[in-house]
C-alpha cells in the first residue's frame, strides 16, 4: 500500500501592501492525489504565473496552505513532526528546473550523491554507498567512471539533470515532482531525460508530477494533463482528449502557440501581436464540470453541472489506463 | 541592388584557453540579402552566440583569427572601435537572450532607449522625444506609457518587447536576434516572435535569428543554418532542410522534435541523440 499525497481544496493566498490588503491568489480550490496504489504521470500545464511553481511548493511542503489540508498518508504535510517529516522527505523526491543552480560547485558529484545516502542512513559501508550510486548512474543513461570524481562544470547540463534524477533514485521514492526539468536542457536531450522519467512511472511504478509549459512534451509522458491558468484549473483529463479533442479556449489557445515541427503546416505567427482574450474574470472563482468520463472543464459555480475535482479525473484515468493493460 | 546586406567568408574566432588556442567557429561562411530571414540552430557550445558575438564585435576574451565580414559593401575589420560604436544600432543591433538582465534596473524605460539617440548624435526636444519613444513602444504593440515605467515593472514579454523596441530605434539594416524568446512560455514567445517579424518586415532589415528550436525556426526563417562544433554543417532553404536533412546532427534534432503526433512511445530518438553525440565525443 502506497502512500497517498493529498491537495483538499486548497487555497493558496499571498498578501502584501500594507496590512496585507493587497492579496492574489495564487491557487485556488485545488483538489488532487498524488501516488497510492495506481500510479500515474500527472502533468501540469501552465504560463508563468499560473500558480505550477506555487503547486510544487505545496506539495513539498515549503508553503502552507491558506486554506484547506495538504496531506501525506493522512498526516498534513505543514508541521509534520519529525519521524513523518524524515519519512516523506526520503519518499517524495524533487527534480528541479535548473541543472546549474542544484549544484554546488566546490564539491564533486559524489558528494550531493552520498549526503542523502549519509543522511537516511540507508547504506552502511561506503563500498556499498557507491554500488547504489553506480547502479543508479547506470539506470539514468550515465557512465560511472565517467561521471564520479568530476566537478559540476565538468558535465554539461543534460548530464547534470540526469545526476539529479539518479539522486532522486538513490531513495526509492514513491512519488517524483519534477519542476520544469526539461526547459533549460538542450532539444536534443529533452526526448533522452523524457525516456527516462516516463521508465521511472512504467518499470519502477514511481508517481510522477510534471510542471512544465511545453505541451508536447506534456503530451509525451503523461496519463493526466491539468491546465491551470490564474490559478485555476480550465480543464483536466486524459491527455489524448486534452490534446486532440480541447473543449476550454484557453486549452486551445495554448495549443495553437506551440509551433508545429513541419514547416509547412501555417502557424500563423505574423497575425499575432494582440494580447490573448482574457478567460477569468477578476475575482471570480470557477469549478469543475465534468463532460465527459475522463474530463472536466472549468465553468461558473452557478452553472450547476456535475462538479467534479482534478483527484476524481485522475482516479478515472487511472482506472481506464489499468483495465485498457 | 543585389549586393547583400552581410557577407561573411571564412570566419574562424579562437578563445585562448590554458589549454591552448580553442576555435570556437571554424570557417563559417553565409550571406543574406536585404529582408532575408536567416536562422542559426546549434547545441549549447556549438559556436552560433560566439559568430553574433564576433559580428558585433563583443567577445570576451576571443578573437577573429581568420575571414572576413562585410556589412552593407563595408569591411568590418578596417573599421576603428569608436567607429563601430556609432554602428551598432544604426546599421545592425542586438536583441540579446535574456531581456530580463539586459535592461539598466534603475532607469525608466524611456530613459535607456533615449540613450541611444544621445550617443547617436539624435536630438529631440523633450516632448519630441517623449512622442519619438511613444511611437517606437507602439511599433512593438506597447503602451506609449511604458516609458515612464521602471525594467521590474513589466513582464517578462514586454521587456523583451523593449529590447526589440531597443534594436529598431535607428532603423538598422539587420537584427541580431539570440535566442530572444528561450526565457519566455508558449503563449508571449508566439506574440513576440510575431512582433519580430512585423517590425523586421516594415523596416525592411535583414535578421538573424539564432536558437536551438527547430520547430519555431521552421516558421520565422527562410534560410536556415545548422552549426555543430564550430562549423556550419549545413545551409539552405529551411524547408529543403526539413524535407531532406543531409546532416547527421540536423536529422537528429529534427526527428527529436516533441509534436502532438506521436505519444508516449518515443522511437529511441533520445537513445539515438545519445550515441550521436557520445561518438563524437561531445562532453
Given at each position: 500500500m502506497s502512500k497517498l499525497l493529498e491537495v483538499d481544496a486548497v487555497d493558496v493566498v499571498f498578501s502584501s501592501g500594507f496590512a496585507g490588503r493587497e492579496q492574489k491568489r495564487a491557487l485556488s480550490n485545488l483538489t488532487m492525489t498524488v501516488g497510492g496504489d495506481n500510479p500515474g504521470i500527472t502533468a501540469i500545464v501552465g504560463e508563468s504565473g499560473s500558480g505550477k511553481t506555487t503547486l510544487i511548493r505545496l506539495l513539498l511542503g515549503f508553503q502552507a496552505p491558506t486554506r484547506g489540508r495538504v496531506l501525506y498518508d493522512g498526516k498534513p504535510v505543514f508541521g509534520m513532526n519529525a519521524a513523518g517529516q524524515s519519512a516523506f522527505r526520503r519518499e517524495v523526491q524533487a527534480i528541479f528546473q535548473d541543472p546549474f543552480d542544484v549544484f554546488n560547485p566546490f564539491y564533486k558529484i559524489d558528494h550531493p550523491l552520498l549526503s542523502p545516502l549519509k543522511a537516511f542512513g540507508i547504506a552502511k559501508s561506503r563500498d556499498e554507498a557507491y554500488a547504489k550510486i553506480e547502479k543508479?548512474?547506470?539506470?539514468?543513461?550515465?557512465?560511472?567512471?565517467?561521471?564520479?570524481?568530476?566537478?559540476?562544470?565538468?558535465?554539461?547540463?543534460?548530464q547534470r539533470q540526469r545526476v539529479m534524477i539518479a539522486r532522486a533514485l538513490l531513495l526509492d521514492p514513491a512519488i517524483i515532482l519534477a519542476d520544469e526539468p526539461v526547459s533549460m536542457v538542450d532539444a536534443s536531450l529533452r526526448s533522452t531525460i523524457l525516456e527516462i522519467l516516463y521508465g521511472l512511472n512504467r518499470d519502477m511504478g514511481i508517481s510522477l508530477v510534471y510542471v512544465t509549459h511545453d505541451l508536447t512534451?506534456?503530451?509525451?509522458?503523461?496519463?493526466?494533463?491539468?491546465?491551470?491558468?490564474?490559478?485555476?484549473?480550465?480543464?483536466?483529463?486524459?491527455?489524448?482528449?486534452?490534446?486532440?479533442?480541447?473543449?476550454?479556449?484557453?486549452?486551445?489557445?495554448?495549443?495553437?502557440?506551440?509551433?508545429?515541427?513541419?514547416?509547412?503546416?501555417?502557424?500563423?505567427?505574423?497575425?499575432?501581436?494582440?494580447?490573448?482574450?482574457?478567460?477569468?474574470?477578476?475575482?471570480?472563482?470557477?469549478?469543475?464540470?465534468r463532460t465527459d468520463p475522463l474530463r472536466a472543464v472549468a465553468g461558473s459555480a452557478s452553472a450547476g453541472g456535475d462538479v467534479t475535482t482534478v483527484s476524481a479525473i485522475q482516479a478515472a484515468v487511472g482506472a481506464a489506463k489499468r483495465s485498457a493493460a | 541592388m543585389s549586393e547583400p546586406v552581410l557577407d561573411i567568408r571564412n570566419l574562424t574566432v579562437e578563445y585562448r584557453t590554458a589549454a591552448g588556442p580553442f576555435q570556437a567557429v571554424k570557417d563559417v561562411s553565409f550571406s543574406l540579402n536585404a529582408g532575408e530571414r536567416f536562422g542559426l540552430v546549434g547545441e549549447s557550445g556549438s559556436g552560433k552566440s560566439t559568430t553574433i558575438l564576433a559580428l558585433m564585435r563583443m567577445l570576451r576574451g576571443g578573437?577573429?583569427?581568420?575571414?572576413?565580414?562585410?556589412?552593407?559593401?563595408?569591411?568590418?575589420?578596417?573599421?576603428?572601435?569608436?567607429?563601430?560604436?556609432?554602428?551598432?544600432?544604426?546599421?545592425?543591433?542586438?536583441?540579446?537572450?535574456?531581456?530580463?538582465?539586459?535592461?539598466?534596473?534603475?532607469?525608466?524605460?524611456?530613459?535607456?532607449?533615449?540613450?541611444?539617440?544621445?550617443?547617436?548624435?539624435?536630438?529631440?526636444?523633450?516632448?519630441?522625444?517623449?512622442r519619438v519613444?511613444?511611437?517606437?513602444?507602439?511599433?512593438?504593440?506597447?503602451?506609449?506609457?511604458?516609458?515612464?515605467?521602471?525594467?521590474?515593472?513589466?513582464?517578462?514579454?514586454?521587456?523583451?518587447?523593449?529590447?526589440?523596441?531597443?534594436?529598431?530605434?535607428?532603423?538598422?539594416?539587420?537584427?541580431?536576434?539570440?535566442?530572444?524568446t528561450s526565457a519566455l512560455d508558449v503563449m508571449v514567445q508566439k506574440q513576440v516572435l510575431g512582433t519580430l517579424g512585423k517590425v523586421q518586415r516594415e523596416l525592411g532589415a535583414s535578421i538573424i535569428l539564432i536558437g536551438h528550436d527547430m520547430a519555431l525556426m521552421a516558421h520565422f526563417v527562410t534560410t536556415l543554418g545548422v552549426m555543430y562544433r564550430g562549423e556550419l554543417v549545413e545551409i539552405g532553404p529551411v524547408k529543403e532542410i526539413f524535407a531532406a536533412p543531409k546532416h547527421a546532427y540536423t536529422r537528429m534534432l529534427i526527428e527529436s522534435l516533441p509534436s502532438f503526433d506521436r505519444l508516449g512511445a518515443f522511437r529511441g530518438a533520445g537513445a539515438r541523440a545519445d550515441t550521436f553525440l557520445n561518438r563524437e565525443g561531445t562532453p
Open positions: 543508479a548512474l547506470t539506470s539514468v543513461g550515465l557512465k560511472p567512471a565517467e561521471t564520479l570524481g568530476r566537478y559540476p562544470h565538468q558535465l554539461s547540463g543534460g512534451t506534456a503530451y509525451q509522458v503523461a496519463d493526466t494533463i491539468v491546465v491551470l491558468h490564474g490559478g485555476q484549473v480550465m480543464e483536466v483529463g486524459a491527455a489524448e482528449e486534452v490534446i486532440h479533442r480541447p473543449r476550454h479556449p484557453y486549452t486551445q489557445a495554448l495549443i495553437d502557440a506551440v509551433p508545429s515541427p513541419d514547416p509547412n503546416k501555417p502557424w500563423n505567427i505574423d497575425e499575432t501581436g494582440e494580447p490573448p482574450p482574457r478567460f477569468i474574470e477578476p475575482g471570480e472563482t470557477l469549478v469543475l464540470q | 578573437y577573429i583569427t581568420g575571414g572576413s565580414i562585410v556589412l552593407n559593401g563595408r569591411d568590418l575589420a578596417t573599421v576603428s572601435d569608436r567607429a563601430y560604436r556609432t554602428l551598432r544600432f544604426a546599421e545592425m543591433s542586438l536583441v540579446p537572450q535574456g531581456a530580463m538582465s539586459s535592461l539598466n534596473p534603475v532607469l525608466r524605460i524611456g530613459e535607456q532607449i533615449g540613450d541611444i539617440f544621445d550617443d547617436h548624435g539624435v536630438r529631440h526636444g523633450a516632448a519630441e522625444r517623449q519613444i511613444g511611437e517606437l513602444l507602439g511599433r512593438v504593440g506597447l503602451a506609449a506609457s511604458v516609458q515612464h515605467r521602471f525594467p521590474h515593472e513589466l513582464s517578462g514579454g514586454m521587456k523583451q518587447r523593449v529590447c526589440i523596441a531597443m534594436s529598431i530605434a535607428l532603423q538598422p539594416s539587420l537584427i541580431l536576434a539570440d535566442e530572444p
